[in-house]
């Protein structure tokens, strides 16, 4: 210390006489600080969120490669770079606690026990939400930090697994909500699952209009708006409730306004259905804004207040909270090296029926090892064969991928890994622009997107079923209805130029 105070005051003498009081007191108000927090024994917190960050290193490299797949994880991002721009200064500066320390550490250790020793064989996205309450616990302190922690939840890549587990109960939700609507213009319609039906005919509330990505949208916008005004913690949950509410409500008018689109009882234009859903979302945002403002002026926070630790006075304080949490970091940084590791293995199941030897009436080759963009079925769960057959436009082909492929997964149990077809070309590259649901010439319902990539288009048809004549054209709602029953399953999907 004495060395430092020395060349302090060579510093202050180096520089023009006029800035030598102020540039001595800032370098000695400096010294200070480091030297209190080398007797408090505690960590900046931009120190601890980057310990924290090299700890969970497998985390971070999922989080990247979830962020290339082609889906709309890419968008947590925004979501990261707010909850990080509305972090005070002061908040970065702060020393952590040792309570946070400590509570951080023992989310760090949880969540790489859980990954090395598969103690709870827990999904990598539960292990995220793990480390972002590490962080969440590190830096969301003062006014705003219920809001930030949102949005670090809600910059891990949610939004498929909510499409999974609420796409179906939420499209359920919105079409019979939406029924009281439509008959208050004139027109009576009943519920089938999520279809509405009238004397016209039917309208299907598809997946996009579960209004999944609406709730993620207005979530960031509600969390953001919170951090901005620096709520309290009830207050942001207030608001956050009444936003969940509102995006509910909004959602459902946006379906009823979609029902008389696409059933051609009103003429509008194509881009009437995006617009529709940009119009909702503008009114419903003007409306979380106006109620903020409404509770920021009802508030007692004080803005950019930072919470003071009980020891950031002159007393001491053990430095044993620092070392517990860098101890570990250090080990679930190398748990993942020296961790056990589970080792999978595949056997035939005794119920596995065999593969039938033809598809809709037409024979078919099996492909031993998929190529090209019959690739993309490679990342299936279950029992999956990978077919090819030669349409009559192609009686000449030969190759997979002039004609029509065909891939057939046997599924035993309801599980979270049997994903839509439209996941795993988006991995591999390809726009996927979706189309609805078609009916084959046998009459049967499928759901059908267009993947394209480079110039090649390819049209892809997809349903779920079982041997009783149940049958499914969309993930969500085959697994609300497996959870439910027994299996087992076959999940169909046909890829053609």
């Excluded at 946006?254 to 909702?280: D, N, Q, T």
């Excluded at 940084?333 to 589970?342: D, R, V």
């Excluded at 990342?379 to 002039?402: I, L, P, R, W």
Aim: net charge positive; glycine share 12%; hydrophobic share 50%.
């Amino acid at each position: 210390m004495r060395t430092a105070i020395g060349l302090c005051v060579s510093a202050s003498r180096a520089a023009p006489p006029g800035a030598r009081p102020a540039l001595a007191a800032k370098i000695m108000r400096t010294i200070q600080s480091i030297r209190f927090a080398a007797k408090a024994g505690r960590a900046p917190s931009y120190a601890s969120v980057f310990l924290t960050l090299i700890a969970r290193w497998p985390v971070l490299r999922w989080f990247v490669a979830r962020l290339g797949d082609g889906g709309d994880e890419r968008f947590g991002l925004v979501a990261l770079a707010l909850a990080l721009a509305l972090t005070p200064r002061a908040v970065w500066r702060e020393r952590a606690s040792a309570w946070r320390l400590a509570a951080a550490g023992a989310c760090v250790l949880a969540a790489a026990l859980q990954q090395s020793l598969a103690l709870a064989s827990l999904p990598m996205l539960a292990r995220a939400l793990l480390c972002a309450g590490a962080f969440a616990v590190l830096i969301c302190r003062g006014g705003g930090a219920l809001g930030r922690a949102g949005l670090l939840a809600l910059s891990l890549p949610v939004t498929a697994t909510l499409q999974f587990f609420a796409g179906y109960p939420l499209r359920v939700l919105t079409a019979e909500m939406g029924r009281p609507l439509i008959a208050l213009c004139g027109v009576a319609t009943e519920r089938a699952g999520v279809a509405l039906q009238w004397a016209g005919g039917q309208v299907v509330v598809d997946a996009p209009c579960s209004g999944v990505h609406m709730l993620w949208t207005g979530g960031v916008f509600a969390c953001a708006l919170a951090a901005w005004l620096r709520l309290g913690a009830w207050r942001t949950l207030a608001l956050g409730v009444a936003g969940f509410a509102a995006i509910l409500l909004g959602n459902v008018l946006r379906a009823a306004a979609l029902f008389f689109i696409e059933s051609g009882l009103w003429s509008a234009p194509r881009w009437a259905h995006e617009g529709a859903g940009l119009a909702v979302f503008a009114a419903l945002a003007a409306g979380l804004l106006r109620a903020g403002l409404r509770l920021k002026k009802r508030s007692t926070d004080i803005p950019g207040r930072v919470e003071k630790s009980p020891n950031s006075g002159r007393g001491q304080e053990c430095p044993c909270s620092v070392i517990a949490f860098a101890a570990a970091c250090a080990i679930a940084a190398m748990l993942p090296f020296f961790g056990a590791q589970k080792t999978i293995t595949t056997t035939a199941d005794d119920g596995f029926p065999g593969w039938p030897e033809t598809f809709e009436g037409k024979p078919w080759i099996r492909l031993r090892k998929p190529e090209g963009a019959a690739a993309f079925a490679s990342g299936f769960s279950g029992e999956t064969g990978v077919f090819k057959q030669t349409v009559a436009e192609n009686a000449d082909d030969t190759d997979g991928d002039g004609g029509r492929i065909v891939v057939l997964r046997w599924i035993r149990e309801a599980s979270r890994g049997v994903h839509p077809a439209a996941d795993c070309f988006r991995a591999s590259g390809y726009k996927i622009k979706p189309s609805g649901l078609v009916r084959d010439a046998r009459g049967v319902v499928w759901s059908e997107f267009f993947a394209e990539r480079g110039g090649e288009t390819w049209r892809v048809r997809e349903r779920w079923r079982d041997e009783h004549g149940g049958a499914w054209t969309d993930v969500s709602a085959w697994y609300w209805s497996a959870v439910r029953g027994s299996g087992p399953w076959w999940a169909e999907t046909v890829a053609e130029r």
